[in-house]
């Protein structure tokens, strides 16, 4: 071993135990701040004078202290679990916050949705709930123990949903109707302009802007189709550039074009007016998003003479009918503009037992692999990277030059970071069977990486099949989203010519 690597084998190791030793210590920290705060007298006042005290000890805003407050409550009351692992140092608190915030649909158990008889009786709603919360926990921790915080959201999100007491559908519809766009004044002459809307007009206009952000980078800007003005169709007429006019050397980094771009399509000239006047404007979404669908949604979402989605009202916990990537489960019906507007899909069937990619259908045979390879990939496959496929590039595991051949097994997309660690540095990764990757350390640590939809439900699911639910009646097998076959909507790349490789110049 050389020097260099044995000094970096002690660092890897020391980081090990440092890291240990600093997830003890926090959980060590929240227990004494919740038991200190358990034996306070009754009255605002003196917990008032406990929290501004441990906020100095802390170090940190009464806020933050309030909110780890909370979650040491909560772990310790709700989720006995995850608390254990918390204080094995198996889990971190990120983790534990990602596990309960995620879980708060499933505690409001007042809200409409739950039968009568436990709205009678105050107890009986208790007992339900934390049944459901239970069930929810030991669905999730499988989940927490290989997925770092970032990742793990989305999936919990989902779990959870199943749990909820009141659908996303409803929650949706209600919170839809807050929507708004707010100024919100800051330090130093800036101020932040945010709008509270469906998240997938949010995502979709994010990586709208990002695409636009990454070509300006590349200098390869070509303006897309701008949302609201209608080009006509064979025009030789240049479109103009988007963005800041890029100076001859642009230093800007993508933060900064992605404000450029915001600002230049905000500000541009003429509006749909009469778009905006139906009400139908956002429905040509030029941003990508990536939708997992149950076979139900799939149906109510291609329905086109539609009106509302019919839903049991009825406690159902197989109730995640539309996610979106990266989010998290959404109402189908802000899906559903998005479908109307794109002419091309792709349609991803995936195994319900396991959740691996079986069959992919669309307009056009050719390109099988790369849809393939995307559906099952969803984002860079580097442990714990989260860049999505569109900003990847798909990777043969085994060089193609060292006989590695061209095959869904040994494709994998990596971001070009990942992309260029692989090649340039110690790291070597194999790929198994269902595209799970395995990757090596430089100090020779082993990280095994699974495609999205190959986590460990099953495992959780036998482990716990005995498990009755709280209600009788309902259908323990249809609960876990593993037992239920999906699809998965994709827009449709293929106008791109010359990026098969998924670098995409938006
Ligand atoms: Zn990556």
Redesign the pocket.
Known sequence: MSQALQISEEAMTGLEVATRDLRLAEAKRIDHLARGFRALPPGKMPERAYLAEAALIFGCSEHRVKSLLGLALTLSDEYIDTAGLVRDARLTLRHAEVITDAGRVITNITAAGCDDAAIAHPREQQRIAEARRKEYEQAVLPHALELTPNRLAPVAKRLAEQWAVEPIEERQAREAARRRVAVVPLDDGMAELRAYMPAVQAYGLFDHLTRIGKAAKRKTIQAPPIPGVRTTAGSAEPAPELGEAPAADDTRGLDQIRVGALYDLLSRDPFDAAAIASGTSGSGLQGRVQLVVTAEGFEALVTKHGGTVMRDTAYDPGAVKCALKGYGPIGIDSARPLIASQTRWDVVTVCKHTGSVIRTDSYRPNRAQVRFVSARDEH?R?PG?M?PVYR?EIDHTIDAALGGPTATDNLAH??L??HILKGESDWTVVQGEGGVLVWTSPTGRTYVERPPDLLPELTSVQADAAAPWPEAGQDRQAANPAQRSHVRFEADDDDQSGSADGNHPF
Request: charged share 0%.
């Open positions: 860079c580097h990277c860049a990847s990596l971001c970071m990942h």
